[in-house]
């Protein structure tokens, strides 16, 4: 599933527009790559510090997820760096890390500071995390999640779990009524804290409880849960396969919901920054369809998909650093150097062996551990 969800990002994040945006362009629901990445991040550390809870102690539970939260916060640094300096070659276009742009509304925002800006307002900005690609800014979130997992880890150890999740929907609800940029780093734009904690903290919860879950949820249970939640997946895709999103071909889109009444549900209820009511439950579903799946198919989609994207899903954060860079190469090639709007009606084809490409490059320098010693995984 990590695997699945960084093939997810890499084809976001690098400005083409191939057949694999077919699938990941919220096709199966109004989801993305993000969410999965911040919950299963989740609940593998609540599977994972369980067991050094229960071995070790909770200390040492503390002082790994410190160590590991200050890891991420200086790659992050380090990116943020190194963007800065290839900023500074001249014959390097770098502007797909060192701004967005919205292609629809046809603007761009400089997410550094101008050359001609004084060095201490580098130092703060950087130290601070309020500049940087948007590419990896979700670094920024997990610096903030795992600084606090250790008091969510405690809550749940001494079984005050009804603690830390009405806390979490309480801070949710509050960027729902106020949004917040609570750190006011720059990945609060993208992902507020307050509401990306909400997942987050209910996928360690589920970790950190899956055999009770497991055992609870047995028989008729998981039955009625699967049923009801695989209705409510096809609801959803049935939404979003009527979404006007005028990138996409008229061919592989629905019209029984017009454009006006679409955007308008979407805005209210499954926004991806603040992460709306109904994205939460659809995101839910598609997590209990897809793992049901995943079980009872496993060993054909291990023959056939394992190679490719398990070692992906164990090297996350090794690819999610290298990616960067790969949207960085794409850029200055130069038949992409005018990302304008035409661009995604180019050659459809040859942008899908672009992906290819780079997707297969990441997969064998996973495979080969190149620079294993000096990038963190």
């Known amino acids: 599933m990590r695997g699945v969800v960084l093939f997810i990002l890499i084809v976001v994040h690098i400005d083409i527009f191939s057949v694999y945006n077919l699938l990941v362009w919220e096709r199966i629901g109004v989801i993305s790559g993000a969410e999965g990445f911040v919950i299963l991040s989740g609940m593998v550390l609540g599977m994972v510090h369980r067991k050094k ?33 290839i900023g500074l070659i001249y014959f390097i276009d770098s502007s797909s890390i060192n701004s967005f742009t919205n292609h629809y509304a046809e603007k761009t925002y400089p997410l550094m500071p101008g050359a001609s800006a004084p060095i201490q307002n580098w130092v703060n900005r950087i130290l601070l ?45 509050y960027n729902w009524d106020i949004p917040t940029r609570l750190t006011q780093t720059q990945f609060e734009y993208a ?71 679409f955007n308008e549900i979407y805005t209210k209820y499954f926004r991806k920054n603040s992460l709306g009511i109904l994205r939460l439950l659809n995101y839910t579903v598609a997590l209990i369809v897809t793992f049901s799946l995943l079980s009872y198919f496993w060993k054909p989609i291990e023959k056939y998909l394992g190679w490719f994207f398990i070692p992906f899903g164990q090297a996350t954060l090794y690819v999610f650093i290298l990616h960067l860079f790969m949207c960085l190469l794409i850029n200055n090639i130069p038949m992409y150097k005018d990302l304008s709007p035409s661009f995604f009606s180019g050659n459809i084809w040859l942008n899908t062996f672009a992906h290819t490409i780079i997707l297969l490059t990441l997969w064998i320098m996973v495979k080969k551990q190149v620079w294993f010693k000096w990038i963190p995984r």
């Open 53 to 85: 809870i229960d071995t070790k102690g909770w200390h040492h539970s503390s002082a790994i997820l410190f160590k590991r939260a200050f890891q991420i916060y200086r790659v992050n640094l380090t990116l943020i760096l190194l963007v800065a300096l």
């Open 129 to 173: 995390l309020r500049v940087g690609p948007h590419q990896t800014q979700v670094l920024g979130l997990y610096v903030v999640l795992l600084l606090l997992t250790p008091f969510a880890l405690w809550l749940l150890y001494k079984k005050k779990y009804s603690v830390l999740l009405s806390i979490s929907w309480i801070l949710y609800f």
């Open 191 to 261: 992902f507020p804290s307050l509401a990306w904690q909400l997942i987050f903290f209910h996928a360690l919860a589920f970790g950190y409880f899956k055999n009770e879950i497991s055992n609870y949820l047995s028989g008729y249970k998981k039955n009625a849960i699967l049923i009801v939640s695989s209705i409510l997946f096809l609801a959803f895709m049935f939404f979003t396969f009527n979404n006007p999103n005028p990138s996409l071909p008229d061919w592989y889109k629905l019209s029984f919901i017009s454009p006006d009444t």
